[in-house]
């Protein structure tokens, strides 16, 4: 693992319509790094940052702070009976824990799901290429990104992406099969990133954002007990972290 990155590149978006809220701007801003050390992926993490690829990014909204940076406290974290329910239903799927990867089956399921959120709740459908999958999910991975895959009867039904750092897990992205919506993977694959933290005494996953009005981001709030990131510190401020009731 390199102790510095080969590269970075800072740059931020101009305002523009918010892919949130509607009746909101959104601005952004960016850093590309390349061979980020674990260190400063950990350090970007607690301050907000999500990365995708070789890209790490955070809202920087001039009139709006809607979007706050969560994490669930993972080490006090008691599963509930509806947890538990959703756990069992889940008794045949199969779990693999490895380097993210790139497949037919992996692009597949990638367009089944958005085509689905399409047509749920009114997601823009954007088919990846093998190139733009590889750059958004493998790329940048270095030894912290994992991929989790959910099998049932050898069949990937689901994929989750994150990082494994040394103060928790960063939840990058999940997507799944629709036609095992009765599952109930997306909580699924949290409730696994909760076991997999608490296996490794690991206190906390970072989720990204939570938006109280965005009904595509609110359901964040339900994982308690959670804390919610204080501003937006740089790398040399500290970080403060607030129990959020």
């Known amino acids: 693992m390199p102790s510095q990155p080969s590269r970075v590149v800072e740059f931020s978006t101009l305002e523009g319509k918010c892919a949130y809220l509607d009746d909101k701007r959104m601005r952004m801003e960016y850093k590309f790094i390349q061979d980020c050390p674990e260190l400063l992926n950990q350090k970007l993490t607690q301050r907000g940052w999500r990365r995708f690829g070789e890209y790490y990014s955070r809202p920087n909204c001039v009139a709006c702070k809607a979007c706050l940076s969560l994490r669930i406290d993972a080490a006090n974290y008691k599963f509930s009976k509806s947890a538990r329910r959703t756990i069992r239903k ?9 380097t993210p990867t790139l497949s037919i089956n ?9 085509a689905h959120m399409e047509k ?64 109930s993977l997306g909580r ?9 933290a608490q ?20 359901y964040k709030g339900d994982y308690k007990p959670h804390e919610i990131l204080q501003n937006n510190p740089d790398l040399h401020e500290p970080t403060r972290w607030e129990i959020n009731e």
């Open 188 to 196: 699924f694959s949290m409730y696994q990133q909760i076991f997999i």
């Open 120 to 183: 749920k709740k009114g997601w823009k459908h954007y088919s990846l290429t093998p190139n733009s999958y590889y750059e958004l999910y493998v790329r940048g991975a270095m030894k912290f990104g994992k991929e989790i895959l959910y099998f049932i009867d050898n069949k990937l039904v689901g994929v989750d992406l994150v990082d494994i750092l040394s103060d928790g897990i960063s939840s990058i992205y999940f997507f799944y099969d629709p036609d095992y919506a009765h599952l």
């Open 90 to 98: 889940n008794k045949n799927t199969k779990i693999l824990i490895q």
């Open 199 to 218: 296996t490794r005494k690991l206190p906390w996953i970072y989720v990204g954002y939570y938006v109280e009005e965005c009904s595509s981001l609110s």
């Open 106 to 114: 992996h692009l597949r399921l990638y367009d089944k799901y958005h």
